[in-house]
């Protein structure tokens, strides 16, 4: 199993950024593709963004594609998620997790561990 960790949420103006991080442990972090998804209030959870095990590929919500960037260091065993250009519509629970593949993929089931989340909150 991993454990991971969220980090860098935060309340921030529409127009602004943040940077989240997830700090994983356990199982090789190398050998799996990671992901991003939230959750925001009375909706399912969906996908945000992912990457595969070693960085080379990458994959994106349409909603946010061109905003957001998803990157990996696995030398610290941690995933990032820049978000620039913040939206109210972005206010939600972030959730990382590790996925059972090594290719990115939006299927939430394809993903084992899961962290705790950190709230991020848009204001217009």
């Known amino acids: 199993q991993v454990r991971l960790v969220e980090s860098g949420g935060g309340l921030v103006q529409a127009g602004g950024s943040l940077r989240l991080s997830c700090a994983a442990s356990g199982r090789t972090f190398s050998s799996y593709a990671m992901g991003w998804f939230r959750q925001a209030p009375g909706k399912e959870r969906e996908f945000v963004a992912a990457i595969s095990w070693n960085g080379g590929s990458t994959y994106y919500a349409d909603s946010v594609k061109g905003r957001f960037t998803i990157s990996r260091d696995n030398a610290k065993n941690t995933v990032f998620l820049q978000m620039n250009s913040l939206k109210p519509e972005d206010t939600a629970v972030y959730y990382c997790?590790?996925?059972?593949?090594?290719?990115?993929?939006?299927?939430?089931?394809?993903?084992?561990?899961w962290g705790q989340g950190t709230q991020v909150t848009v204001s217009s």
């Open positions: 997790a590790a996925s059972g593949r090594r290719w990115p993929s939006a299927t939430s089931y394809e993903y084992k561990s």
